[in-house]
């Protein structure tokens, strides 16, 4: 028996020739069923349907994770929504004070002294209960406490309340309404709140370098720390910086603390 293949085209024949007892030669001819060119249309149809599978579920992926950053799954989003139901404030509120009084910078200190997230004063941090104004998650508490104090001592006006808020009740009260002052701020937080405010990813990620869930302080006081090993110069740092702030706010003041941190900015 003999086997003979040719491709005439796009078809390959192959021949089976075997000589029988008479001595004649029988040819069979064996054509595959499919083609070179439909074997190559299959195997880019697989090859096709392979990458878009894997196109679709990264897709979706991307979706899953992009859904879960928006719906609410950074630690400094937990934090606004404690606050939230605790003080019975809404969290685009509360988050919309945060972008406008520190961009969600949770060692943010003014000129004023005004500390953290939420820029609390050191005596209105004291009042609301606030141990360490450089906790991401005391400072929104306190922030939220504070406000709805306000809230209530205004009545609910969301607007006279963040005047206070910024340039304090007396203000209000002796303006018979928004002081010019604060105009521009409660402006700006209104037109956040009503665009709706997004956390920053980055921004919580800084937050939990030093961030213990069920610490009672969750950042470095003069009194102590969570542990310096591995950080950057950069948080280090800012660790500094908030010790000395602690130190200067006991010893009855700011001057000291301001002089001491412009110093090491420069």
Do not use: C, W
Not at 53 to 68: F, K, L, V
Not at 198 to 204: D, G, H, L, N, V
């Amino acid at each position: 028996m003999e086997i003979r293949i040719e491709s005439i085209g796009a078809t390959t024949h192959i021949y089976t020739e075997t000589i029988a007892p008479t001595g004649n030669v029988n040819t069979t001819d064996q054509t595959e069923a499919t083609s070179f060119q439909e074997k190559l249309d299959s195997e880019i149809n697989a090859a096709t349907s392979a990458e878009s599978t894997t196109s679709a579920a990264n897709t979706e992926s991307a979706a899953t994770s992009s859904e879960e950053t928006s719906t609410g799954s950074t630690l400094l989003d937990s934090f606004f929504a404690q606050a939230s139901d605790l003080y019975r404030i809404d969290e685009g509120l509360l988050k919309a004070i945060g972008k406008v009084e520190s961009s969600f910078n949770p060692n943010s200190i003014s000129s004023a002294g005004a500390m953290g997230i939420m820029q609390l004063m050191p005596k209105t941090a004291e009042a609301m209960g606030v141990t360490n104004a450089f906790d991401a998650q005391q400072n929104i508490l306190g922030g939220a406490k504070y406000f709805r104090e306000l809230l209530n001592r205004f009545n609910g006006d969301i607007s006279l309340s963040l005047a206070a808020y910024n340039a304090g009740p007396t203000a209000v009260a002796n303006a018979g309404g928004i002081p010019i002052s604060a105009q521009g701020y409660v402006d700006k937080v209104l037109a956040n709140y009503n665009q709706g405010v997004t956390i920053p990813q980055s921004a919580s990620d800084a937050v939990a370098v030093y961030y213990t869930p069920g610490a009672t302080s969750t950042t470095s006081t003069a009194s102590g720390n969570t542990g310096l090993s591995g950080l950057s110069d950069a948080e280090l740092q800012s660790q500094l910086e908030k010790l000395l702030y602690e130190y200067s706010r006991r010893e009855g003041g700011t001057e000291a603390i301001s002089k001491i941190v412009n110093g090491m900015s420069s």
